[in-house]
């Protein structure tokens, strides 16, 4: 499968404190491996949709874990059979 981007925003409720929440989710991502990109609203990811979606799930339970009541997450996904990566969207604005 080719590589696609996925970005997630978690937004945890019922939390004593969100940033902590949402800062457990970033660590893990950024332990994964996959290419990412931490944005102000959101995180982006670059790898095979199967494992960036295994990441996703992963990140609902986190928050659950952290004290979570709640779970609402914002999932996009740019798929192309030819594969997309961060770089081809960013590379002329850095």
Known sequence: ???CNVSLQVIPRGTD???RT???VIEYIMASGVKYV???M???MEGELDELLEIVKKAQGI???DGAERVLSVVKIDYAPKG???DEKTAKYR
């Open 22 to 24: 949402v800062d457990k």
């Open 84 to 86: 997309v990566t961060i």
């Open 17 to 19: 404190d969100i940033y």
């Open 38 to 40: 931490v944005g102000p």
């Open 63 to 65: 928050c659950v874990a």
């Open 42 to 44: 959101e995180t982006t």
């Open 1 to 3: 499968m080719a590589l």
